[in-house]
């Protein structure tokens, strides 16, 4: 990481100071957005920056910046020429007033932060054999549309994956999955493509939208319909998608195999499909 930008100013990463009185560290008072970019150019970055204000506005926060100020300086973290495919992450919380109090002064600035790093090309084992999943009750607040920097939840779910030598834990509330702890899913059954509706209860995924638009795109019929736990277990394939993992194969749910234990037709297919999109972007033609 050659450079972070916080409040105004490009800084080495070690340069880059936030107060302890910064309400993103007393109390998770903020949100924040990651963008994948390849070659250079952004994949779905209007999309992503909407979802930005969205979250803003959600917890009453204007947005400091302007569209074009973003995106000018996304653009310089990535460097020109760009130093390979990377993800950018942005945050911006409510600031750092004089004292601790929940209700937060009129007027305190907004700290900024935004910083890329590399995106880690896929092992060519995921395509191969598939990931691993755990199921688990969804504990997290009901406001998941937002995406808060509170992610305490999520980090505990992470965790309880990789004990359980899972890559991601899928959630459920109610007898019905909502999402992984960062990532959305997707259900393969008898040929049907479904995916959970957007609500408060999960995130309004990047690439679940995009995936979804490929499927448009490409007669692949899909339902966004909410999906029952034992559907899940049910299900011929799962998927889960996001910007940085892209959309990967679950082949093992809570240990036992899913389908016939191989990454589905159906993903193999949408695949070569977001593979295709990528190379689009990163050649400048979407
Ligand atoms: N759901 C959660 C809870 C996430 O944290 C993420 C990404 O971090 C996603 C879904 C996937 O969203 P996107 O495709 O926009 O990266």
Redo the contacts with the bound molecule.
């Keep these: 990481m050659s450079e972070v930008y916080l409040n105004g100013a490009f800084l080495r990463p070690e340069e880059a100071k936030v107060s302890v009185m910064d309400r993103g560290f007393l109390f998770g008072d903020g949100v924040y957005e990651?963008i994948p970019s390849y070659g250079g150019y952004f994949l779905r970055l209007e999309q992503h920056l909407n979802r930005f204000d969205a979250s803003l506005a959600a917890i009453r926060l204007d947005n400091p910046l302007s569209r074009e100020e973003w995106r000018t300086l996304l653009r310089r973290l990535i460097g020109t020429p760009p130093a390979a495919d990377q993800a950018v992450y942005l945050q911006v919380t409510r600031g750092a007033p004089g004292s601790r109090d929940h209700l937060c002064p009129a007027g305190t600035q907004p700290t900024v932060f935004a910083s890329a790093s590399p995106i880690k090309p896929r092992r060519p084992e995921i395509a191969q054999d598939g990931v691993a999943c755990i199921t688990r009750p969804d504990i997290r607040w009901q406001r998941?549309e937002i995406k808060s920097i509170s992610l305490v939840a999520?980090v505990m779910m992470r965790r309880e994956a990789e004990e359980e030598g899972a890559l991601e834990t899928i959630m459920h509330r109610a007898g019905l999955v909502t999402?992984?702890?960062?990532?959305?899913v997707f259900v393969v059954k008898n040929e049907a493509l479904m995916t959970p509706p957007n609500s408060h209860l999960?995130?309004p995924?990047?690439?679940?939208g995009l995936a979804l638009l490929l499927a448009e795109e490409h007669g692949i019929r899909y339902l966004e319909e909410p999906i029952l736990l034992e559907t899940l277990r049910g299900a011929d394939e799962i998927w889960l998608?996001?910007?940085t993992r892209e959309v990967l194969p679950v082949t093992r749910l809570d240990g036992r195999p899913v389908g016939d234990g191989r990454p589905g037709q159906l993903w193999q297919r949408m695949d070569r499909l977001y593979q295709a999109h990528k190379e689009q972007v990163r050649n400048g033609h979407v």
């Design positions: 990651v998941c999520a999402e992984g702890a960062v990532s959305n999960l995130l995924g990047i690439t679940r998608s996001s910007s």
